[in-house]
């Protein structure tokens, strides 16, 4: 079992900051990319930014120049720095992480799986 929890969610103004936080925890032999999407009411899920166990980084339009994803791989940890919000910017921000379980790797199944948080709320006032 893997799972992912979130924190860092809530209520800001708009032009604020925000950081939220994703660490996975379980029977974890490797996770391949992790990232952040997000769902606005009545609207589909969307990438926001992922990036991979190298470091490698890739965003949503909507937010280049204001988001900033990061990772720490020693504790399987992703981070999301959100600056000068926009009321847009208002969702329900969901984790993912594409994990390679323990039991995956003792079978030599090495196709990541998808894991995802239960969820942090942003709230962007304008």
Not at 90 to 95: E, L
């Amino acid at each position: 079992q893997v799972q992912l929890v979130e924190s860092g969610g809530g209520l800001v103004q708009a032009g604020g900051s925000l950081s939220l936080s994703c660490a996975a925890s379980g029977s974890i032999f490797s996770i391949n990319a992790m990232g952040w999407y997000r769902q606005a009411p009545g609207k589909q899920r969307e990438l926001v930014a992922d990036i991979t166990s190298d470091g490698i980084t890739n965003y949503a339009d909507s937010v280049k120049g204001r988001f900033t994803i990061s990772r720490d791989n020693a504790k399987n940890t992703v981070y999301l720095q959100m600056d000068s919000l926009k009321p847009e910017d208002t969702a329900v921000y969901y984790c993912r992480a594409a994990v390679i379980t323990t039991a995956q790797a003792m079978a030599h199944m090495y196709i990541p799986r998808s894991d995802w948080g239960q969820g942090t709320q942003v709230t962007v006032s304008s």
